[in-house]
C-alpha cells in the first residue's frame, strides 16, 4: 500500500496481512483484551510526529519489530 502526500510527493510504503477494510475488525479485536494482553510490548519503537524521519530510519534496523509514530508525543 502507498499512500502520496504532497506537495512534497512523499510516499509512504507500508505492509500489512489485511486488506485496508479490515483495520477496523482488527482494532476492535485489540480492544477487547485490552486489559489482559500487553499490546505496548510489541512495539519496540515510539516516536512523536516531530521525529518522523527519524522513526522511518528506525524501522529499518533490524531491532526494530513495530515502530509507531505518535502525533500526541511530546
Same mark, same amino acid.
Not at 512534497?8 to 475488525?25: A, C, E, F, Q, S
Not at 530510519?57 to 508525543?73: F, G, N
Given at each position: 500500500?502507498?499512500?502520496? %502526500? ?12 489485511? +486488506? ?7 482494532? #476492535?479485536?485489540? %480492544? ?11 512495539? !519496540? ?7 518522523? #524521519?527519524?522513526?522511518?530510519?528506525? !524501522?529499518? +534496523?533490524? #531491532? !526494530? ?10
Amino acid at each position: 500500500m502507498a499512500v502520496y %502526500l504532497n506537495p512534497r510527493k512523499l510516499r509512504i510504503v507500508g505492509m500489512t496481512n489485511h +486488506t485496508h477494510n479490515k483495520y477496523k475488525t482488527v482494532m #476492535e479485536m485489540m %480492544l477487547r483484551p485490552k486489559d489482559t494482553f500487553p499490546w505496548e510490548r510489541l512495539f !519496540s519503537h515510539r516516536f512523536p510526529l516531530a521525529q518522523a #524521519e527519524q522513526a522511518v530510519k528506525a !524501522s529499518m +534496523t533490524r #531491532e !526494530s519489530m513495530k515502530v509507531v509514530i505518535d502525533p500526541w508525543m511530546e
